[in-house]
């Protein structure tokens, strides 16, 4: 409750300020609260865990990454490709589905929701206040573990390079980011917590387990080019290439991907009646 007598002591006379305030409050929230204690201690045994999976890769699978991502740099393709596929992207379902996962649904179940609208705020603008909270708060965990892997990766992890790795971040964490914003989609899509977050899993990682399907078969590529974490993903076979104009590009497309699913987020909470 917290939240909701903060919120109810902030000015009421301007519709631009209060959703500011209102987006750092809910973010100071979530980083006091359990569920993103949780997340910390997923990230931290994530990244010091990592390292011991790339000590004796088989090498079938250095085979594949040559194959898939080009000659040259195996070791740090080879990381990088299980940094975000086994470690990044499992995050990113997991944040989507605890950091967002009941947007207006807990408010709901609480009785909370209609104090918080009764405020100079409509509905959309609500849906996008806590969306972008849940999102700042993943940013949060996501630069915690590009930190810590920073690092530690260098002592840890053969054929590391810091550059690379900032990179493939700086686009990466937007796709990873796109399960926050995809699971606030499917709570305020489905009446039943538990539903949204079924059909969010469902969906996140059917999209996690064809994020590199461009690669294994490249006539399958379209498939990529629809999928989030695709894009998130994609730098790792231009490594060594000028790839300042593959990031902006990358990340623009990402962030088509936020916008359309935020439009429809607020589309949604426009029409629910049962509020």
Same mark, same amino acid.
């Given at each position: 409750?917290?939240?909701?007598?903060?919120?109810?002591?902030?000015?009421?006379?301007?519709?631009?300020? %209060?959703?500011?305030?209102?987006?750092?409050?809910?973010?100071?929230?979530? %980083?006091? @609260?359990?569920?993103?204690?949780?997340?910390?201690?997923?990230?931290?045994? &994530? *990244?010091?865990?990592?390292?011991?999976?790339?000590?004796?890769?088989?090498?079938?699978?250095?085979?594949?990454?040559?194959?898939?991502?080009?000659?040259?740099?195996?070791?740090?393709?080879?990381?990088?490709?299980?940094?975000?596929?086994?470690?990044?992207?499992? &995050?990113?379902? $997991?944040?989507?589905?605890?950091?967002?996962?009941?947007?207006?649904?807990?408010?709901?179940?609480?009785?909370?929701?209609?104090? $918080?609208?009764?405020?100079?705020?409509?509905?959309?603008?609500?849906?996008?206040?806590?969306?972008?909270?849940?999102?700042?708060?993943?940013?949060?965990?996501?630069?915690?573990? *590009?930190?810590?892997?920073? %690092?530690?990766?260098?002592?840890?992890?053969?054929?590391?390079?810091?550059? @690379?790795?900032?990179?493939?971040?700086?686009?990466?964490?937007?796709?990873?980011?796109?399960?926050?914003?995809?699971?606030? +989609?499917?709570?305020?899509?489905?009446?039943?917590?538990?539903?949204? &977050?079924? *059909? @969010?899993?469902?969906?996140?990682?059917? +999209? #996690?387990?064809?994020?590199?399907?461009?690669?294994? =078969?490249?006539?399958?590529?379209?498939?990529?080019?629809? =999928?989030?974490?695709?894009?998130?993903?994609?730098?790792?076979?231009?490594?060594? =290439?000028?790839? *300042?104009?593959?990031?902006? %590009? @990358?990340?623009?497309?990402?962030?088509?991907?936020?916008?359309?699913?935020?439009?429809?987020?607020?589309?949604? #909470?426009?029409?629910?009646?049962?509020?």
């Amino acid at each position: 409750m917290s939240s909701l007598t903060t919120t109810s002591s902030l000015p009421s006379e301007s519709r631009v300020g %209060l959703p500011l305030a209102f987006v750092w409050q809910e973010y100071l929230q979530i %980083l006091r @609260s359990r569920r993103m204690k949780l997340l910390l201690f997923f990230v931290v045994y &994530m *990244v010091f865990g990592l390292p011991f999976i790339l000590k004796k890769p088989p090498a079938e699978v250095l085979k594949y990454v040559n194959v898939w991502f080009g000659e040259g740099s195996t070791a740090l393709k080879l990381l990088l490709f299980i940094w975000t596929d086994i470690a990044m992207n499992k &995050m990113a379902v $997991f944040c989507g589905l605890i950091l967002a996962g009941g947007v207006f649904v807990d408010e709901r179940a609480r009785g909370t929701i209609q104090v $918080f609208l009764s405020k100079p705020i409509s509905r959309p603008m609500y849906f996008l206040v806590k969306v972008l909270a849940a999102n700042m708060a993943f940013f949060t965990l996501y630069g915690i573990a *590009v930190l810590a892997a920073s %690092l530690y990766f260098p002592f840890a992890a053969k054929g590391f390079d810091l550059w @690379s790795f900032w990179a493939l971040s700086s686009t990466h964490c937007w796709a990873a980011s796109f399960g926050v914003t995809f699971s606030a +989609l499917m709570a305020v899509t489905f009446h039943k917590k538990v539903s949204a &977050m079924l *059909v @969010s899993v469902l969906v996140l990682f059917m +999209l #996690v387990g064809v994020t590199f399907i461009g690669f294994y =078969n490249p006539k399958l590529i379209i498939i990529g080019y629809l =999928n989030p974490f695709y894009h998130g993903i994609s730098l790792i076979a231009k490594l060594g =290439n000028p790839i *300042v104009l593959h990031i902006v %590009l @990358s990340t623009l497309v990402l962030w088509l991907f936020h916008a359309g699913v935020l439009a429809l987020g607020c589309w949604r #909470v426009s029409k629910l009646e049962d509020l």
